[in-house]
C-alpha cells in the first residue's frame, strides 16, 4: 500500500496553454475555490470575488495585443456591451453559444456535470469548463454522498490538469502529509475496512505456498514490499508444513515513498520479518532493494543456484512504465527479465481498470466509474462523518485519483490495464498461466463473510476477481 496525499489548495487556474506554436490563451478564473481540510472534513471557500473570465488571446497575429474581461458565465448579457469592436462580438457570439450547450447539461446530476465538465477541459474549451468548474464546486463534498466525495477529488484533478502541465502538476499536488505514524495508521484502517489488499495477499500466497510445497530453499522477490506485511502469513503457513518449513530468503524492493509511511528504510521491514520467522523457527533472510522497479537489474537479485523462486507483482506493475510512455518500456522489460530467471511461480495482483493507454474522456469515465465503486465500499463500512474516513480517502486514494487525471505522460504512475492485457505481455514474455488453490479461494471466501454483501468474489479463465455489486475491483492470478 502507498502512501498518497491530496492537494489541501490548488491554487487559481493562471496558467499557459498552448494551441500551436505561436498562439497562446491566459485564463484566470477569480472566484471560490474549495480546499479539503482533513481536520474538519469540510469544503470552504479561499475567495469570495465575483467569478470572472480574464482571456488575454493573441488574437489573428503574433502582433495583436488585446486584452479583455468578460463577465461571468451566469452574468446577463447587456445588449449596450456589443461593440462595434469585433473580439467583444466574436467573445460574446461565442457565450451565447455556450449558454445553448448548457440548456444541455442537467445541471442537477453531479455525475452527468462531472462528464460534461471533462469533454469540455478534453476539447480545451476554457468557456464551458469553467462555467461548469463553478457549478460543480456548489455539488461536491468530502463530507457527502459517496459520488459527491468521489466528485471532490476528480473536481481537483480537473482543476490541476487545466492549471499545470509537465512536472508542474506534480508540484500542485504535493501537499503537507500527515506524520508516518499517523499516514500508517490511515493505510491500516484501509487495510481492515475493504478487503482489497487482504484478497490480493491471500491469493499470491496461496498460489506462493502450493508451489513450494516441496521446496526446501526459498527465494521471493518481492517488487514492492511496503510494510513487508504480506509475508506474515506465509512464514506462518510454511512453519506448519509437515516435514518442517524451508529456508526462506525474500528481496525486498521498494522506493523512497513508502520509507515515509515505515518511519524508515528498509531495514526495518527486515527486522520485523526476521523477529517474527524467529518466533516461528522458519529459518529467514532478507535483502533490501532501495530503488524503483524501473532500476532493477540481474546483478540486484543476488539469484542462487538451488532455490525455488517466487516473484510477487503485488499492485505494483501498473507503476512501471510501458512502451506508449518510454522507450525502455520498463513493463515488458521486468517480465522478460524474471522469465529469463526461470521462477517456480510468479504472483500478479493488479486494479481491474482500463485507463493506461485511454484518451482522456475514456480515462476519466473509467476512474468514475471504478471509484464509485471504491467510495461506495467504503460508505458500507464506515460512518460518512467519521474523520478517519475522510483522511483515508484523502492520503490513501485521493492522489491516486488526481494522478489518473491531471498528469500525463512519466508523471502519470498509476497505469492500470485490465486482465485481458496482462494475459498477453506475460504470454508474450513466455510465461503460462498457473492453476490456483481451491482451498485458498474457499479462504477467501470466509473472509469475504466479514463484509459487506454486496463483494463478490468470481473464478473465471484461471483468475480470481474481487468486486463491488457488478463492477471487478482487483484481480489476481499466478504465471510460470
Known amino acids: 500500500m502507498d502512501p498518497h496525499c491530496i492537494p489541501h489548495n490548488i491554487?487559481?487556474?493562471?496558467?499557459?496553454?498552448?494551441?500551436?506554436g505561436s498562439h497562446t490563451k491566459n485564463i484566470t478564473f477569480q472566484g471560490q475555490h474549495f480546499t479539503l481540510d482533513s481536520s474538519s472534513g469540510t469544503c470552504y471557500p479561499v475567495s469570495n470575488s465575483p467569478s470572472t473570465l480574464?482571456?488575454?488571446?493573441?488574437?489573428?497575429?503574433?502582433?495583436?495585443?488585446?486584452?479583455?474581461?468578460?463577465?461571468?458565465?451566469?452574468?446577463?448579457?447587456?445588449?449596450?456591451?456589443?461593440?462595434?469592436?469585433?473580439?467583444?462580438l466574436k467573445h460574446k457570439l461565442r457565450e451565447l453559444e455556450m449558454a445553448m450547450l448548457i440548456d444541455d447539461v442537467p445541471l442537477r446530476d453531479l455525475k452527468q456535470v462531472l462528464i460534461a465538465c471533462a469533454r469540455a477541459v478534453a476539447e480545451n474549451d476554457l468557456y464551458m469548463s469553467g462555467y461548469l468548474i463553478e457549478n460543480l464546486r456548489e455539488m461536491v463534498s468530502v463530507t457527502g454522498e459517496p459520488i459527491q466525495r468521489l466528485g471532490a477529488y476528480l473536481l481537483e484533478g480537473l482543476i490541476a490538469r487545466l492549471s499545470s502541465s509537465g512536472s508542474a502538476i506534480y508540484k500542485a499536488l504535493k501537499c503537507k502529509e500527515p506524520s508516518s505514524s499517523e499516514l500508517l495508521s490511515y493505510m491500516h484502517i484501509y487495510y481492515e475496512v475493504c478487503p482489497f489488499f487482504k484478497f490480493g495477499y491471500m491469493s499470491a500466497n496461496g498460489a506462493i505456498a502450493e508451489a513450494v510445497r516441496n521446496e526446501d530453499r526459498v527465494h521471493i522477490i518481492d517488487f514492492q514490499i511496503a510494510q513487508g506485511s504480506q509475508w506474515?502469513?506465509?512464514?506462518?503457513?510454511?512453519?506448519a508444513r509437515p516435514g518442517g518449513p524451508p529456508k526462506i530468503r525474500i528481496t525486498g524492493i521498494d522506493n523512497a515513498d513508502s520509507a515515509y509511511a515505515r518511519g524508515g528504510g528498509l531495514h526495518l521491514v527486515g527486522q520485523r520479518l526476521s523477529r517474527f520467522a524467529e518466533s516461528c523457527k522458519v529459518p529467514f533472510e532478507f535483502h533490501g532493494l532501495d530503488m524503483s522497479g524501473c532500476e532493477v537489474k540481474l546483478e540486484h537479485l543476488k539469484i542462487r543456484p538451488g532455490e525455488a523462486l517466487a516473484v510477487n507483482f503485488a499492485f505494483q506493475l501498473h507503476h512501471m512504465p510501458d512502451e506508449s510512455v518510454s522507450t525502455e518500456n520498463h513493463r515488458d522489460r521486468l517480465l522478460r527479465l524474471v522469465k529469463g530467471l526461470s521462477p517456480t511461480v510468479v504472483t500478479l495482483v493488479e486494479q481491474e481498470s482500463n485507463i493506461n493507454t485511454s484518451p482522456f474522456l475514456f480515462r476519466f469515465m473509467e476512474t468514475l466509474d471504478y471509484y464509485t465503486a471504491i467510495f461506495e465500499s467504503i460508505d458500507a463500512t464506515f460512518p460518512r462523518d467519521h474523520k478517519d474516513r475522510i483522511s483515508l480517502e484523502q492520503h490513501c486514494v485521493a492522489r491516486d485519483i488526481v494522478n489518473i487525471i491531471a498528469c500525463?505522460?512519466?508523471?502519470?504512475?498509476?497505469?492500470?490495464?485490465?486482465?485481458?492485457?496482462?494475459?498477453?505481455?506475460?504470454?508474450?514474455?513466455?510465461?503460462?498461466?498457473?492453476?490456483?488453490?481451491?482451498v485458498v479461494n474457499a479462504t477467501i471466501k470466509r473472509l469475504l463473510e466479514q463484509y459487506n454483501e454486496n463483494y463478490r468474489?468470481?473464478?473465471?479463465?484461471?483468475?480470481?476477481?474481487?468486486?463491488?455489486?457488478?463492477?471487478a475491483l482487483v484481480v489476481s492470478c499466478a504465471w510460470r
Open 408 to 438: 500525463e505522460g512519466a508523471e502519470r504512475v498509476e497505469r492500470h490495464e485490465l486482465l485481458g492485457k496482462w494475459r498477453s505481455r506475460f504470454t508474450m514474455a513466455g510465461f503460462s498461466q498457473y492453476p490456483l488453490s481451491s
Open 54 to 88: 480574464s482571456i488575454s488571446p493573441n488574437g489573428g497575429s503574433p502582433t495583436s495585443q488585446h486584452d479583455i474581461s468578460y463577465p461571468s458565465y451566469d452574468s446577463p448579457i447587456n445588449g449596450s456591451c456589443v461593440t462595434e469592436d469585433k473580439i467583444n
Open 11 to 20: 491554487q487559481s487556474l493562471d496558467h499557459v496553454f498552448s494551441d500551436d
Open 457 to 471: 468474489l468470481e473464478e473465471r479463465d484461471g483468475a480470481l476477481y474481487l468486486g463491488w455489486k457488478s463492477r
Open 232 to 239: 506474515v502469513t506465509l512464514i506462518q503457513a510454511l512453519s
